[in-house]
């Protein structure tokens, strides 16, 4: 089993930047893929960043590329998503995500554990 616990959301300008934070407890990590999504109101559950445990095999979507970063911390359990330059399109609540197979995916059904999600919400 693991618990994701997600925080650092918020309401934020358009241009601004936030950081969450994906803590994560329970078994062992070293074979696990992490990654954030996101879902608007009444829009699909979206890829936007993973990695593995081990650091490699990131990867981002499309909308985010250039100014969102992912990145862990192997001591403190934590996985970090840096959004910079803040779009009213980024508006939505962020899960974290995590999957046993040990690659990225792109597709939610791939992890197996998920977060309760925060939400970001960005102003015009």
């Known amino acids: 089993q693991v618990q994701l616990v997600e925080s650092g959301g918020g309401l934020v300008q358009a241009g601004g930047s936030l950081r969450l934070s994906c803590a994560a407890s329970?078994?062992?990590?070293?074979?696990?893929?992490m990654g954030w999504f996101r879902q608007a109101p009444g829009k699909v559950r979206e890829f936007v960043a993973g990695l593995k445990w081990s650091g490699d095999n990131i990867n981002y979507g499309d909308s985010v590329k250039g100014r969102f970063a992912i990145s862990r911390d192997d001591a403190k359990k934590t996985v970090y998503l840096q959004m910079n330059s803040l779009k009213p399109e980024d508006t939505a609540v962020y899960y974290c995500a995590a999957g046993t197979s040990g690659y990225v995916h792109f597709l939610a059904h791939y992890y197996n554990y998920w977060g309760q999600g925060t939400q970001v919400t960005v102003s015009s």
């Open positions: 329970g078994r062992t990590f070293s074979n696990l893929a």
